[in-house]
């Protein structure tokens, strides 16, 4: 999926996720509640809170999700297309098996 970015708020809800591609400075702020943010490459993930904004600084995979639930406003200055990300492959490089021995 394509998603256009001007002035476009992502609502998510507790427990949704979502990633995209292609977003190299795009402006992600924090409309409501809070935002956890992970950029592919970067070696910290961020928190942002309500009124909180961040430049995103990679076209590499972005994740973002609300803690609980959140909404972001996406602001480019020059039009711009992003891409939603594979998310299977995003988690399988981001979590490992545990296995528990009893």
């Known amino acids: 999926m394509q998603i256009a970015v001007g002035n476009v708020v992502i609502e998510l809800a507790e427990g949704r996720k979502i990633a995209f591609r292609g977003a190299r400075d795009v402006h992600l702020e924090c409309t409501e509640g809070r935002i956890w943010l992970t950029v592919e490459g970067l070696a910290d993930d961020f928190l942002l809170a309500k ?15 609300g803690m609980p639930s959140g909404s972001a406003l996406l602001v480019s200055e020059e039009p711009k297309t992003i891409h939603e990300g594979n998310r299977f492959v995003w988690f399988s490089r981001l979590f490992r098996p545990i296995w528990l021995h009893s």
């Open 51 to 65: 009124g909180e904004r961040l430049r995103i600084l990679s076209n590499g995979l972005t994740l973002i999700q």
